[in-house]
């Protein structure tokens, strides 16, 4: 079975201020990762993938995240957070090869503090 | 970039209904749509995996019966929520796999469903 593990509920970070969600998983084989965003009473934005290649990965709006291999974790990372980066966000996780099943963390919120 | 659209966006109904919820890939063609429940500050529950033309995989613990899926053509699939009931109240979100792309799924903006 996959799992996904996000520690923390809530992360508060002030503005300009650089933030980081964490994020672990467990899946048999290579992983396949993914950061989302929700905001309120909307679907899921696609922010990032981790499929191959590099273990840092860049995305949308400015944000990263680095595939650690050994620590089986796929932090999201900002240098500089902005008051719009308040939202939902979610790590997913999938098996590799073929299409697979994806597998959600319980969400984070970001909270950005003017 | 690819989208997906659910109609409606919000619904509230009375008990003992039936609702019926759609989406569509827009600009891209989706052999494989999923279909997901979010309760509130919770994550996304799989409820089922709609592929064109045959029938639904639904996860354990989701009764069939009640949630009805057909997804009969590439760009439409459809949860029917039958004889809805307060318990069914929910945020159901779809999503759609490009049929060239096997690594993404691309989401709906989810249908908020109410029942009285």
């Known amino acids: 079975a996959q799992s996904v593990a996000q520690p923390e509920d809530q992360v508060n970070v002030a503005e300009g201020n650089p933030l980081t969600v964490k994020c672990t998983y467990s899946v048999s084989g290579n992983p396949y990762l993914f950061w989302y965003v929700q905001y309120p009473n909307r679907g899921l934005q696609f922010l990032l993938k981790?499929?191959?290649?590099?273990?840092l990965v860049k995305g949308s709006y400015g944000f990263e995240a680095e595939f650690n291999k050994s620590q089986t974790s796929f932090h999201l990372k900002k240098p500089s957070a902005l008051v719009s980066d308040s939202a939902l966000y979610f790590c997913a996780v999938r098996r590799s090869g073929g299409y697979q099943k994806v597998t959600f963390g319980t969400g984070t919120k970001l909270q950005v503090i003017p | 970039g690819a989208v997906v659209s659910q109609h409606p966006s919000w619904v509230i109904c009375k008990s003992g209904t039936s609702v019926k919820i759609e989406c569509r890939s827009l600009?891209?063609?989706?052999?494989?749509m999923f279909w997901y429940r979010q309760f509130p500050k919770q994550s996304l529950m799989l409820m089922a995996t709609s592929n064109e033309g045959s029938k639904a995989t639904y996860e354990q613990g989701v009764e069939k019966d009640k949630f009805l899926i057909n997804h009969a053509s590439l760009t439409l699939s459809t949860l029917t929520v039958t004889s809805a009931h307060p318990e069914d109240s929910s945020f159901y979100i779809c999503?759609?796999?490009?049929?060239?792309?096997?690594?993404?799924?691309?989401f709906g903006p989810g249908t908020r469903l109410t029942v009285l």
């Open positions: 999503s759609a796999r490009d049929s060239v792309y096997t690594d993404e799924q691309f």
């Open positions: 981790y499929i191959t290649g590099d273990n």
């Open positions: 600009d891209f063609q989706a052999t494989t």
